[in-house]
DNA sequence: AGCAATATAGGAAATTTTCCTGTATGAGCG
DNA sequence: CGCTCATACAGGAAAATTTCCTATATTGCT
């Protein structure tokens, strides 16, 4: 699973998650070396599923994304039907931006985003219709304090 | 705050989102358009701050980070400079991908990706010896179930 | 040290970006 | 309704970049 990757490779995946639009003599010159071993790399960590996809990132603020919530739930079902039913409702819903099961007394933590409180309902009744849940909770957050996709390497 | 996209913008913001290594031409089509009022616009919404960055999304399993840690923390401490420090803390450490301000009981949650609980102790110890915490708790994420970057629009 | 395998630098063709020019589209107003 | 101005558009050309090839250098192994 673990894909081994040089100090080169890493220097490489630390410039494009930093910025993705940059030439690739530029991130050559950056990691010190040239653009072939470069664009060969990057090709080969797109293979290996270590670079998964190249996006923008958009401010959620300026597009009326006002609030984010994160929303604990308990589910009393742990059969995988339910666990299937669950997966299909979160994957299908654009205001989920994160899905994960946990380990402990909450089975699932989500995170949602939407315009306003008013749209998180709408989200939270199409839910609990959807899939039957024991409990759930929301988390309302306020700021955004800190929003990294890059991983530490 | 809130800016006016109007809906080619919208489609060519979705078209990004999706995959933002896609030529002018090749976004130009799909949207409708030509290369020119696509490339205008995507300048305009960089200008606006609609678009922040652009970035790779890489597998955190593949480069060994396989636990990812979601922690809710209660402050005794609401003043300023409490918030400055552990704002500080926080935007310093590359094991933290998102810092919350949340409303209610819990003050934070963070959004911690590190190689194996020894790592999260690590991160643990020394984020509690940098800011005085009144309470912290960690839930441990088992699974990822979705991870969307995009925004709904 | 010598050989094989792999990685590298540089360069050329193909593609893409960037920007310019002229045309079309639409809003405001007499 | 038609005129005018402002804005958006399509296409094209130059500059930049990607993509891939070739020859050289480096590394690992025995």
Redesign the pocket.
């Known amino acids: 699973m673990t894909i081994r990757i040089d100090d080169?490779d890493r220097k490489i995946l630390d410039e494009l998650q930093r910025d993705a639009?940059?030439?690739?003599?530029?991130?050559?010159r950056k990691v010190?070396?040239?653009?072939?071993?470069?664009?060969?790399?990057?090709?080969k960590l797109r293979e290996a599923g270590v670079i998964l996809r190249q996006t923008v990132i958009l401010d959620p603020q300026k597009l009326g994304l006002e609030a984010c919530f994160f929303v604990l739930i308990r589910t009393a079902e742990h059969d995988p039907d339910w666990q299937r039913r669950f997966l299909e409702t979160v994957k299908a819903r654009p205001e989920v931006q994160e899905a994960h099961r946990l380990a402990g007394e909450i089975d699932y933590l989500l995170k949602v985003r939407v315009a306003n409180a008013r749209a998180y309902d709408a989200f939270y009744q199409a839910l609990i219709s959807e899939v039957k849940v024991y409990n759930i909770t929301a988390l309302l957050g306020m700021e955004e304090i800190k929003n990294d996709t890059s991983l530490p390497l």
Do not use: C, F, H, M
């Open positions: 080169l639009g940059q030439s690739l003599d530029e991130i050559a010190g070396s040239s653009k072939t071993p470069v664009w060969n790399r990057i090709r």
